[in-house]
């Protein structure tokens, strides 16, 4: 699939992408995507976030694909559900944060525990870091193979923000661009 024959949905995570975060440059270049927004970045609840995802893959008037960053990976696992069947076509996931186990993580996140782990209805991919402070690699690579996806080693990679180095991240996107080949 071409990015020009869908509608790219990228999906932040807490307190949204600052304009140096990959996702708001990938919002920027790509032309078929735009940025989910949500009422609140810094106090998330569970509900209006899913919402506001259905809301958006509901408006896409082109086959949709996802690219969820931290919070907003949650998130959209968790809206999967409620898309209408085969809107979605696949789904790139970045940083999984662990809103069930890691310890360093507001309350406000883990309010969006459990994580769902049936499979989804669209094929994914998670790229997960070795060195993520939000989430343990094996806890990623668990939740990816119960919900059907392929993962991503990105090794010592923080969790794949701007703090971590990944301003524009151009393998985060050669690694897009070979998924969508997939699909």
């Not at 209006?48 to 408006?59: H, K, N, Q, T, Y």
């Not at 996802?66 to 919070?71: Q, R």
């Not at 769902?116 to 990816?144: G, K, N, Q």
Request: with cysteine; hydrophobic share 45%; charged share 20%.
């Amino acid at each position: 699939m071409k990015t020009a024959d869908c509608d790219i949905l990228i999906v932040p995570g807490l307190r949204g992408s600052e304009e140096e975060h990959w996702q708001a440059r990938w919002a920027s270049r790509l032309p078929t995507a735009r940025l989910v927004q949500q009422d609140d970045w810094h106090n998330p609840e569970p509900g209006p976030w899913r919402a506001r995802i259905v809301e958006a893959v509901a408006a896409a008037t082109r086959p949709v694909v996802l690219i969820a960053h931290s919070l907003g990976v949650v998130a959209c696992v968790e809206a999967a559900p409620d898309f209408q069947p085969g809107v979605v076509r696949g789904a790139v996931f970045v940083a999984l944060p662990d809103v069930e186990n890691a310890p360093n993580l507001p309350d406000s996140v883990r309010a969006f525990a459990p994580l769902p782990r049936e499979p989804l209805p669209f094929p994914s991919l998670v790229v997960a870091s070795r060195t993520d402070p939000h989430c343990d690699y094996a806890r990623a690579e668990d939740f990816a193979y119960a919900w059907g996806a392929a993962i991503v080693d990105a090794g010592d990679s923080g969790h794949i923000n701007v703090a971590s180095g990944h301003g524009p991240w151009p393998e985060g996107l050669m690694r897009f661009a070979g998924f969508m080949k997939t699909l």
